[in-house]
């Protein structure tokens, strides 16, 4: 039986790297609805950053967003479920972390938006922050994510570094380029396959009728979690390994790729017209 619920994360995944999303995945993406699948994309992008994606599959259901702090209904333009992170938390975990690392400068997304430090570069969000200050001062609500960067480290020297500092108080994760050295704090617990479980299980959909997707580090909890899983042939070594299969890349349309080999009726035709064994 083909799967229930598709579940994909986005950049490197689903969308190509120029940003687009391919008029075949659109259309391998609704020949899987039509089977009666539920697609559910599932991201480290905050909520403000899903319209594009919205507008070019023409899909608007369930969202898992910001690594799976907030869950939202795209098309109801409502927040579904959130897991916040106490903003005592978030200035005790940075300030510690801080210490540990120096350089270390911080930004918090929350659902009023994007707000940082002086010190942090951003690298997409360039004029979009609604405030500029001091970590405690922007710590003034719960979090969905507490932002880490470090110009002198990659994301994967930035996460051992921090690690033995973080490990059990919250959760850590990172996504993007390795050389970006940019850290994704959240409260304890927060992933992507809890945020997504709770979704599917509001279908009555269980985890091995689950197909999932990715190719970042805060895809290994998904990954693992689904009953069947493809890591893209462009993700790190690390998810590859995590997977079950692997898909093409992004730029190789590889989500299209294999919802075309799940939910193409053709075969199905095929086995139901061909003549019985002789005898």
């Not at 719960?142 to 570094?161: C, Q, V, Y």
């Not at 390795?178 to 809890?194: R, S």
């Not at 890591?231 to 890349?249: D, F, H, K, R, T």
Request: aromatic content about 6%; proline content about 6%.
């Amino acid at each position: 039986m083909p799967p229930r619920l598709v579940a994909t994360d986005l950049d490197g995944t689903l969308v190509r790297s120029d940003g687009t999303v391919s008029a075949r995945t659109v259309a391998a993406l609704q020949l899987a609805r039509a089977a009666g699948a539920e697609v559910v994309f599932v991201t480290g992008r905050p909520v403000r950053w899903m319209w594009d994606v919205v507008r070019d599959t023409g899909l608007a259901g369930p969202a898992v967003c910001s690594n799976g702090a907030l869950s939202y209904d795209l098309g109801r333009r409502e927040v579904v479920a959130r897991c916040l992170l106490d903003p005592g938390t978030a200035v005790a975990v940075g300030e510690a972390l801080r210490t540990a690392v120096p350089g270390t400068a911080y930004a918090v997304e929350q659902e009023s938006g994007f707000a940082r430090e002086r010190d942090y570069r951003p690298r997409y969000d360039w004029g979009m922050e609604h405030r500029v200050g001091e970590l405690g001062d922007l710590c003034d609500a719960p979090l969905l994510k507490l932002l880490a960067r470090h110009e002198e480290l990659g994301s994967r020297e930035l996460s051992a570094a921090a690690a033995p500092v973080l490990d059990g108080k919250v959760s850590v994760t990172w996504s993007g380029a390795a050389g970006q050295g940019l850290l994704e704090i959240a409260a304890p617990g927060v992933n992507k396959a809890a945020a997504l479980s709770r979704i599917a299980a509001g279908y009555g959909i269980a985890a091995a009728d689950v197909v999932a997707f990715g190719d970042m580090p805060n895809d290994l909890e998904l990954l693992a979690w689904a009953g069947t899983s493809y890591a893209m042939a462009n993700a790190y070594p690390e998810v590859i390994a995590a997977a079950g299969q692997l898909a093409p890349s992004n730029d190789e349309d590889g989500v299209a790729q294999v919802l075309e080999e799940l939910f193409d009726p053709a075969p199905q035709r095929y086995q139901r017209y061909m003549p019985p064994e002789p005898g």
